[in-house]
């Protein structure tokens, strides 16, 4: 029985879908943002006379990179996009929007069963609903704005089990890692299907922490089967009837278990998101800057999570806490309640949606020799600046923050 | 079809490197850059002991590379600075997914092979491949076998593009 990467191909293809084919592959969504999307404008202008685009209900340029520019080429980049999605009708999610990937989630325009592609290398985050989603480069993403449609090779599918409940405080980033270590070069170029009690219960921001760290982990995507809290978000945002596809008794490469039951808060080490050790374990790093945001940790769960452990406390002296929500949505959310004002008052910069840190854009870059711990999902050397970046969850970063070391939430 | 070129083994402590990274390969310091040309000076700009590489590189050169290759972000610019410096191929033990797709749609010739660490091959060795059969051989003789493409990789290649491929289908 398919599996459901091949279960949601074979609704996009009339190739036959069976692991190892390369098929021609129908796409619902496609989406190219800032940095990239340049490219892809050009290589539409070059390759063909008009025409551009297949189908501009189904296409959208989303800006977060670098939002709002801060080069005159991004800026330049940024301008040739508008103008195109201008004379072709295209919805441009300008800066201040967000990060695209949770963008086109908050907008319903990808829900549970659909295909989707972006020039985002996590746009595999769709996985988070039950949604194909693949980061493509910009020539993939031109050919798929003009035809709708591009090649693919089915990968295999591994089922991961999780196995057991953790008794220690926990969060979906340690999840996240956990995987990091444990599936590293066991996935490779493979789609993974997530169960066990914990992912049921995970809740769609802690779905999307999971999914977005798939690349990480070496996978094509990972699936989490959705939820009824899944299902009603969707129904709501999308105001469709949705269908989510499940494997019934699929076959699959392989089965993983992993054991989750001594789960707890977890960091991976410069300069791979695969170094992975239990922060009790990791002493006396001084710590200059915090960043919490990016496509894995923007979430307002995520700010929540921060501003319970900063409330009515200020953080350490001499460092720089960079918040930067994944999208506009998430803002208002946080300014509704009184995320906002906590995290200001501890000593926090807050800056609007974007990738931000994650893509050295505006909020800040680290310098030679200066520590970050960070929420985002790369540590490779040179992403957030010349210095040596800490991947973490939302609740050690902002226990970090507080006592201006790396620390776990439970030695504060 | 088969290429012929000079190999350069990307190397650290005498083993082929793995999980090079898109961020080594074109750091996105230049991500602004759109001219494929001015993209060569830049391979390898934050790849320890091989930022030289533009200036030493000849033009048809064939790379080998350990695992996952390319992981990474989506930028296409990692592979448009090789085939900027007129790379012939790149053979590597797997690669990135996502790298992979974009170097096979830009007419980059992409191989992989698990053995790679076996071949009797050095830095500036001359080898021939055939992309179709995934031969690797060198003075003549047959030193490894590479995965050849599949039948629609290897029609984007010999087609130059994905766009030019797609005009013929
Ligand atoms: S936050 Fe970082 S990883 Fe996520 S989409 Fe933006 S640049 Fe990519």
Redesign the pocket.
Known sequence: MPTIIEKIFQMHTEDKVEAGNTIWLNIDLRTA?DFAGAKVVKNLLKHYSSEYIEDATKTFFTF??NAPANTIEYANNQQICREFARKNGIKVYDVGRG???HVVIEEGLAYPGITAVGT???FN?LGSVGAFGQGMGDIDIAFVFKTGKTWFEVPETVKVNFIGTPSAPWSAKDLALLCVKELRRKVLGRAIEFYGEIVDELSLAGRITLA?MV?EMGGIIGFIPPNREVINFYSKRSGKEIKPVYADDATYEKEIDIDVSNLEPLIALPPSPSNVKRVRDVHDIKVDSVFI????N?RVEDMQAVAKILKGKKIAENITLKVVP?TREVWREMMNGEIMKELFNAGAIISHS???G??SGQIGMTGEGEVQVST???NFKGKQGAGDTYLASPETAAASALTGYITGVDEI | MKVKGRVWKIEKDGKLMDDIDTDMIYHNKYLHITEQEEMAKYAFSNLEGWQDFPEKARKGDIIFAGENFGCG?SRQHAVDCFIALGINAIVAKSFGAIYKRNAINSGLAVLECNALDMAEVETGDEIEIDFETGEIKKNGICILKAKPMNKIQYAIYLAGNLFRYAEGI
């Open positions: 943002r977060d990179c990060i695209g990937s985002d290398s996590h985050i977005s690349t945001g990016s496509c894995t923007g994944a974007a990738c931000a994650c893509a985002s999902n790369r | 972000s």
